[in-house]
């Protein structure tokens, strides 16, 4: 299936051919039919690749600061490879999109980076997606993402009926937030630095749009706010200046509300803030539920009772809107451009093609979607180096994450007797992206693609620890030789399967218990190799601190810290 892929290094976007993914244990396989580009944001991520870097650099200290940190710690020549390895990746684009569902055959509409991309099949969480109403098209469902975060940006002003309102900002967001506020009964004064963004603005329902650079602008919010300042406002552009949370004060009333809704300049200043005892407030993205892996990834729902709107109700709420007519979203559609034809689209965007733009959206071939796609795999015919026709081993990886792409595959890469057959990953972008960088010769979002391929002699599981014991038994069992990252196992019965999956292969197991040939443990071994009676140790082990969010201390995919590190010392 083709998919937009953006390269970090290169700085290129790309339409290529990817595995499709699989149906996710908690959420559907979606046949997109429209995906809509967010200009501000994919703006940004297409201009932060490539030539860039120095701006990536200016934008960014904190992470110069850790490059700089790490090349203290460890040295020039690992640091160096540690940013190659950051920069060699595809980064899906794209967050919102709509389509129809396999198999159960339902229009949804879906949202989330890295889930909701430019792509012909999308894998989306159950939370991630909303039933789209039969009144409202999948090119209009397609704003969903937008709508939400313009439709949280609106709550968090707590805007009420008959208010004065300010938007700053009349992109893509700014105009969907004057749609809304006018739908909660509000009057709204838009301001751009774009003439045409504040004519489409009027044209919207906006009740007074003017320019930034307008000399009256004060005068005109005055008027418009009947001469108290207007109730809220809401910051909906996209700047590194802070020029809107500059502006705000003086045209807010007293105890206004102030809301970022984008990504601007935080330069507040501080008096012009208090005197007028304003409430600055930050709108997280879709809404509740953004960034709890609970929440997207697992499908748990926060009880109504609670939290009222969470992204996925925001979603819904948007669509609603939709279906009733007082948000038309189809106003702001500028182009049309099939998938295939993406590339151009991101040369509008960037201005590479000057051609005024607003909404963007993308579309794909309609396909029948009675069943789930079975292209999961993608042979790229990649000629590998030329390899001794003895004793070459034919490798399949399971798993390449940050471990197997900086440790593991450059290693292997350099090893003449090993060909790189086949890789699986969880997720398109990633498996294409390590085929094509290390020479593999498919790319598979199914492991079964790797375990099962006859031209495979021996496999390297590199998942996450949950997956472990399974994959490195079936490989076993389809008579393949394992490299099994540690831990082995997370459970005695995994364990337990695993070596009788050994036992009756005949095979060779390997564990990455790489520890045991570092310096230190050799030496130490070699000490204590002449001992013939018993001798009871105490050591400390201190492998550095891991966060609470991640997938290590996760009991279910990681299994904790003593399992996954301790099980080095044991
Ligand atoms: N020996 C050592 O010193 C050492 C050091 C560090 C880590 N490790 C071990 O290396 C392993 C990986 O760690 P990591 O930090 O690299 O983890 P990671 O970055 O999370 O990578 C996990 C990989 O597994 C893939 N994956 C997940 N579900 C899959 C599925 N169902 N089928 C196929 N692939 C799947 C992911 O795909 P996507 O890319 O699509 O997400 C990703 O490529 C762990 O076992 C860890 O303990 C060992």
Redesign the pocket.
Known sequence: MKQVLQYRRSGATRVVEVPAPLTPEAGLLVQNQWSLISPGTERMLVEAGGGNLLNTARQRPDLVRQVLDKAARDGIAATVEAVRNRLDVAIPLGYSCAGTAFEIGDRVACAGAGLANHAEIVAVPRNLAVRVPDSVSLDDAAFVTVGAIALQGVRVADARLGEACVVIGLGLVGQLTVQLLKAAGCRVFGIDVAADKVQLAQAQGADVACLRADPDLLEKVRAFSVGRGADAILITAASSTSDPIQIAPGLARDRAVVVAVGMVGMDVPRNAYYEKELQLRLSRSYGPGRYDRTYEEEGVDYPPGYVRWTEQRNMEAFLDLVAAGTVRPSRLVTHRIPIARAKHAYQIVTGETAEPYLGILLEYPRLPTTEAPTRTRVDLGTASRPLPTSGTVRLGV???????RSVLLPALQKLEHVELRGV????SP??HQTATRFGFGFAATD?HAVVEDASIDAVLV????D??ARLAAAALRGGKSVFL??PMALSPEELEDVLEAWRSSGRVLQV?F??RFSPTYRRLRAWFASRRVPLVMSYRVNAGAVPPSS?VVDPVQGGGRLI?EVCHMV
């Open positions: 399971v798993g390449a994450g940050s471990f197997a699986a990953t969880a997720s990633s498996a492991w590199a998942t996450r620890h997956l472990h990252e540690k990455g790489n520890r997938w996954g």
